[in-house]
Structure formats: structure tokens, C-alpha cells
């Protein structure tokens, strides 16, 4: 099982101005997979308030993820990549890359995306759109090889090469 935590960058979220989609659709993508949810919050789209958060996920609740949803458009106050970006140990492009790739086959708005991944410590972290529509699509597109990439991170797989 792995233990994840949620985090919602939105300054209506936060503020109780908009009711949020991200935290029950995140749940419903990770139902009948081997995940459990030990954390969630909404914060304001600050960069200080995000990194507390990834910080308390990361490095007190150890967590083997951290997805984080929201903040990475073009709005002034879209900052969650800034937040993240000086706390990673490791980036991990694959998977960001991954998203927006398969996004552009939905829509081409996709190549607006500046979500970013990585690893701190022992905890992969991985930032979605803020939408819970794409957050459905971008989950459900990199579950499956997300588990084997958790498994190497947190040590319970060896090998990354197939077996013929």
C-alpha cells in the first residue's frame, strides 16, 4: 500500500469561495488501486504556504507521494512549480512530460501546462492540472507505471528492465 498525500493550490479553494473537485476526484482515480490517502489540504496559490505543505507531506508524514493540483497555468498566481522546484532532490521530466503528451491528444491547450515532478527524498512528488476532468485523464494515464516507479523509490523492486 502506498500512502499519499493531496494537495490543492487555489486561492478560492482556500478561502471556502469555491467548493473543490480535485481532492474527491484524485480519491476516486486511486479507489481500487493499492494507494491510501493519509493527508489533504487546500492552500492559497503563495509559494511559502505550498512548500509548508510539501515539506510537512515529504519530510514529517513521509509519504511515498505528494500530488499536487493546481497552480501551474499562466496566471500570475499560479506558482506552485516555483514552489516545488527548489525542493526536489531529483526531477523526474518523464512523467510531467508524460501528462502534457498525452493531454495534447485531448487538447492542444495542454502545451500551456508548466507542471513539473520529482523526488525528495524518499517521496515522489508530482504536480497536475487544477482541473478535476484533467486530473482524472493525467492519473488515469500514469497509474499503472507510476506504481513500478514508487516501488523502485521506495525499495521494494530491484529492476527496471524487462524480462524476456
Same mark, same amino acid.
Not at 144 to 150: A, D, F, I, R, S
Given at each position: 500500500?502506498?500512502?499519499?498525500?493531496?494537495?490543492?493550490?487555489?486561492?478560492?479553494?482556500?478561502?471556502?469561495?469555491?467548493?473543490?473537485?480535485?481532492?474527491?476526484?484524485?480519491?476516486?482515480?486511486?479507489?481500487?488501486?493499492?494507494?491510501?490517502?493519509?493527508?489533504?489540504?487546500?492552500?492559497?496559490?503563495?509559494?511559502?504556504?505550498?512548500?509548508?505543505?510539501?515539506?510537512?507531506?515529504?519530510?514529517?508524514?513521509?509519504?511515498?507521494?505528494?500530488?499536487?493540483?493546481?497552480?501551474?497555468?499562466?496566471?500570475?498566481?499560479?506558482?506552485?512549480? #516555483?514552489? !516545488?522546484?527548489?525542493? &526536489? /532532490?531529483?526531477?523526474?521530466?518523464?512523467?510531467? *512530460?508524460?501528462? @502534457?503528451?498525452?493531454?495534447?491528444?485531448?487538447?492542444?491547450?495542454?502545451?500551456?501546462?508548466?507542471?513539473?515532478?520529482?523526488?525528495?527524498?524518499?517521496?515522489?512528488?508530482?504536480?497536475?492540472?487544477?482541473?478535476?476532468?484533467?486530473?482524472?485523464?493525467?492519473?488515469?494515464?500514469?497509474? #499503472?507505471? !507510476?506504481?513500478?516507479? &514508487? /516501488?523502485?523509490?521506495?525499495?521494494?523492486?530491484? *529492476?527496471?528492465? @524487462?524480462?524476456?
Amino acid at each position: 500500500m502506498y500512502r499519499y498525500a493531496v494537495i490543492i493550490s487555489s486561492d478560492k479553494g482556500s478561502q471556502n469561495l469555491r467548493v473543490d473537485g480535485g481532492i474527491p476526484t484524485i480519491q476516486k482515480c486511486m479507489l481500487n488501486e493499492p494507494f491510501e490517502m493519509v493527508y489533504s489540504v487546500i492552500v492559497p496559490d503563495e509559494i511559502d504556504k505550498l512548500q509548508a505543505e510539501i515539506l510537512h507531506s515529504a519530510d514529517e508524514l513521509k509519504v511515498d507521494l505528494v500530488l499536487i493540483s493546481g497552480g501551474t497555468g499562466f496566471s500570475v498566481r499560479d506558482v506552485t512549480p #516555483e514552489a !516545488l522546484y527548489p525542493l &526536489l /532532490d531529483k526531477h523526474t521530466p518523464g512523467i510531467s *512530460e508524460a501528462i @502534457r503528451a498525452y493531454s495534447m491528444t485531448i487538447t492542444k491547450k495542454a502545451m500551456l501546462s508548466r507542471a513539473i515532478s520529482g523526488i525528495r527524498k524518499e517521496t515522489l512528488i508530482i504536480t497536475l492540472p487544477g482541473s478535476p476532468k484533467a486530473v482524472e485523464e493525467s492519473l488515469n494515464y500514469i497509474l #499503472e507505471p !507510476l506504481k513500478h516507479g &514508487l /516501488d523502485i523509490l521506495i525499495g521494494s523492486a530491484q *529492476e527496471c528492465a @524487462r524480462k524476456d
